[in-house]
């Protein structure tokens, strides 16, 4: 078997972080890193609200309209209907909780969502759980899938846009038309499509949210909220707030004395990107998590899962047997971290877990030869 091509390394990448560097950092996906430019943009906005606080706060809101329309003219989104938020539960919340349900009315969830948007979706109706198999080869058998799942009751559908453990696109633009015309409402999770999603509020869904922290460089708790404008008016802050009479987005952004700066330092990540290319980041990242992933499919027993091209992350199943719970997944993934210094995420599975590899302009080529020398025998003692 000849031996894979090794990537380039990223001229730069790695000088942009702060990161350990006895530790490899294969894990992005999970938490991102916030590079140096973003951090020192973030520090100079604290400075100023320390420096006067009256002033800082009382500008808040005009401080966040110009940083969101910033975000917004990146991702070719309407600032008017964009609101910065926490997290991607959050914004989970605040769609199920802007969509008018009747009794016997049910949600769409599959078995590949986030734990906590799930749990979202099950405080508002009854659950209809869709199993993906993670071997489904393209987008088109997801899709089928999906629809074949849809009953009468079915009023919602709560999505991921790239999910989280598989590392593939779930809500593609043609899913969410289909779904549409059956009058369904969308609620896309897009966790993981800022930054490495060139259009990523493509497909028009109803509700669409997503991290920037992740793959679009800005500080920890960033993170946004789009309605589409027939919903606007009936999003509503899960928190009142001195703001709740200017309405969305406005009223969904004002936290109080909460700190601010990540928002506001959040479109020097998306500056960030494009400065450094994003097209040629995003074919770095992509190429860089298939070398790591082609490489650990030599180990016997691990099988690679279908993927979707172009995205930095890449998933493997695990031999029968391991991390097939929650708690042997968690186990075996500080273990990997202990006692090799290498961050992965290991996501549960009957049958068999996962390992999901994640590609960032700081990681190199050896980290994953690395990681592909040290797995078989660790897994085969």
Not at 57 to 81: K, Q, S
Not at 332 to 358: D, K, S, Y
Request: proline fraction near 9%; aromatic fraction near 6%.
């Amino acid at each position: 078997m000849s031996e894979p091509v090794r990537p380039a390394v990223f001229p730069g990448g790695r000088e942009l972080f702060r990161l350990d560097p006895e530790v490899a950092h294969l894990n992005h996906g999970s938490f991102g890193a916030v590079p140096l430019p973003v951090r020192e943009a973030q520090a100079a906005l604290r400075a100023r609200a320390d420096a006067d606080p009256d002033t800082f706060f009382i500008g808040v809101p005009e401080r966040l309209a110009a940083a969101r329309g910033r975000v917004a003219a990146r991702l070719g989104a309407d600032p008017d209907g964009l609101a910065f938020i926490s997290n991607a539960t959050e914004g989970a919340n605040l769609a199920l909780d802007a969509i008018p349900l009747a009794d016997g009315d049910e949600i769409l969830v599959t078995d590949h969502g986030y734990g906590t948007v799930v749990a979202a979706a099950a405080r508002r109706a009854p659950l209809t759980t869709v199993a993906l198999d993670p071997h489904l080869p393209d987008e088109d058998a997801v899709r089928e899938t999906v629809l074949a799942a849809l009953t009468p009751r079915t009023r919602v559908a709560v999505l991921d846009h790239i999910s989280s453990p598989t590392a593939r696109l779930i809500a593609s633009p043609q899913l969410l038309t289909d779904l549409a015309e059956r009058g369904v409402t969308t609620v896309v999770d897009g966790a993981h499509a800022p930054g490495m999603l060139a259009d990523p509020l493509a497909g028009g869904a109803d509700f669409w949210f997503g991290n920037l922290h992740k793959w679009g460089y800005a500080p920890p708790g960033s993170a946004l909220f789009a309605a589409a404008p027939a919903h606007r008016d009936r999003v509503r802050p899960l928190v009142p707030s001195w703001e709740d009479g200017h309405g969305f987005p406005r009223s969904v952004e004002n936290r109080a004395t909460t700190d601010y700066t990540g928002w506001l330092a959040a479109p020097e990540g998306l500056d960030l990107l494009e400065r450094l290319g994003a097209a040629e980041v995003r074919a770095h990242n992509s190429a860089l998590a298939g070398h790591g992933a082609d490489l650990l499919a030599r180990i016997p027993g691990l099988t690679p899962l279908p993927y979707t091209d172009g995205l930095a992350m890449r998933t493997l199943r695990l031999p029968p047997g391991v991390a097939e719970t929650q708690e042997a997944a968690r186990a075996l993934r500080e273990e990997l971290a202990a006692r090799l210094r290498i961050r992965v995420l290991i996501w549960p599975w009957p049958g068999g877990g996962g390992i999901r590899i994640c590609a960032q302009v700081y990681n190199r080529a050896e980290e994953y030869e690395r990681l592909a020398a040290a797995l078989g025998p660790f897994l085969a003692r």
